[in-house]
Nanobody, 125 residues
Framework: VQLQASGGGSVQAGGSLRLSCAAS????????MGWFRQAPGKEREFVTS????????DYADSVKGRFTISRDNAKNTVYLQMNSLKPDDTAVYYC???????????????????WGQGTQVTVSS
């Protein structure tokens, strides 16, 4: 199983970035997909998740209204559109895949089975 994240970079505050995460070696539609981020010296935190068919999405309060998660099951890819970026959004962003079970908490790292390598997002003021 491989999750390959891409699209990170450096932008000024107020700018936008689009992250992508391509999955291979999994039946993509069996998995909830999520994005987490980790800033230096901080714990990994939940950003957003999307269920297998894209109907259900959840967001951290800190990104609601600015970030949008989507998925293209034909391409085995999940996206994170990030608008109105702030310096506090600076972090390494990780995509993750979690097989759906009703007891799982997809807002926690423990809800996921596989992780991508991370992509750096830097927002300057």
């Amino acid at each position: 199983v491989q999750l390959q994240a891409s699209g990170g970079g450096s932008v000024q505050a107020g700018g936008s970035l689009r992250l992508s995460c391509a999955a291979s070696g999994v039946i993509f539609t069996s998995y909830t997909m999520g994005w987490f981020r980790q800033a230096p010296g901080k714990e990994r935190e939940f950003v957003t998740s999307i269920n297998w068919n894209g109907i259900r999405t959840d967001y951290a309060d800190s990104v609601k209204g600015r970030f949008t998660i989507s998925r293209d099951n034909a391409k085995n890819t999940v996206y994170l559109q990030m608008n109105s970026l702030k310096p506090d959004d600076t972090a390494v962003y990780y995509c993750a895949a979690g097989r759906f079970f009703s007891y799982r908490n997809f807002a926690a790292p423990s809800g996921y089975d596989y992780w991508g390598q991370g992509t750096q997002v830097t927002v300057s003021s």
